[in-house]
């Protein structure tokens, strides 16, 4: 139970190795190999930037994060492509003003029939402006995103990055 202790919380034994490591080893920052102190070049990928451990984790850190915040960036881009499918894909009641998602064939505030109308781009445009000002400012970045497909699996890496940090955290 201690060896577990000093793991997780760094103390005794392993906060010792870990001083240890920190004087006698550097890492190659892109491919994490581990030379003595002294190395100029990575033995393994040739990269000339190698950095004490402590320096690779915060340098992990931040690659992390930078990841975490592109895959929340495409994270929403999905979102504002597909609620412009969604909006696109119901029918619209130029009377009152309002789109009916569910397709409707009356409008559910006035009645008037609206068959197949569909919410112009001016419309939609300005609803996902609303909802998602980051994403889509402007009337060309909505021209963009109008005819893309989601980008799959963002989520899932979002969600496994998101995991992965939380358990970092607990570690340290």
Not at 41 to 49: D, N, Q, T, V
Not at 59 to 80: F, G, S, T, Y
Not at 90 to 97: F, L, M, P, R, V
Not at 131 to 140: F, G, I, M, S, T
């Amino acid at each position: 139970m201690n060896v577990l202790f000093d793991v997780l919380f760094g103390s005794g034994a392993a906060a010792n190795q870990k001083l240890k490591r920190e004087k006698t080893v550097v890492l190659c920052a892109r491919c994490a190999a581990e030379h003595p102190v002294g190395a100029k070049f990575c033995g393994k990928c040739g990269h000339a930037s190698l950095v004490a451990p402590s320096d690779y984790e915060q340098l992990q850190k931040v690659r992390r994060d930078q990841e975490m915040d592109e895959l929340m960036r495409r994270q929403r881009r999905n979102l504002a492509i597909k609620r412009i499918q969604k909006l696109a894909a119901g029918t619209y009641c130029a009377n009152c003003d309002l789109c009916s998602e569910s397709g409707a064939q009356f409008c559910t505030q006035c009645g008037a029939n609206i068959g197949d109308r569909k919410m112009p781009d001016e419309k939609i445009f300005a609803q996902v402006r609303r909802e998602l000002p980051e994403v889509c400012p402007d009337w060309e970045t909505y021209l963009a995103i109008k005819d893309a497909s989601p980008e799959p699996g963002v989520a899932a890496k979002w969600l496994g990055l998101g995991v992965a940090k939380a358990v970092d955290r607990l570690i340290r």
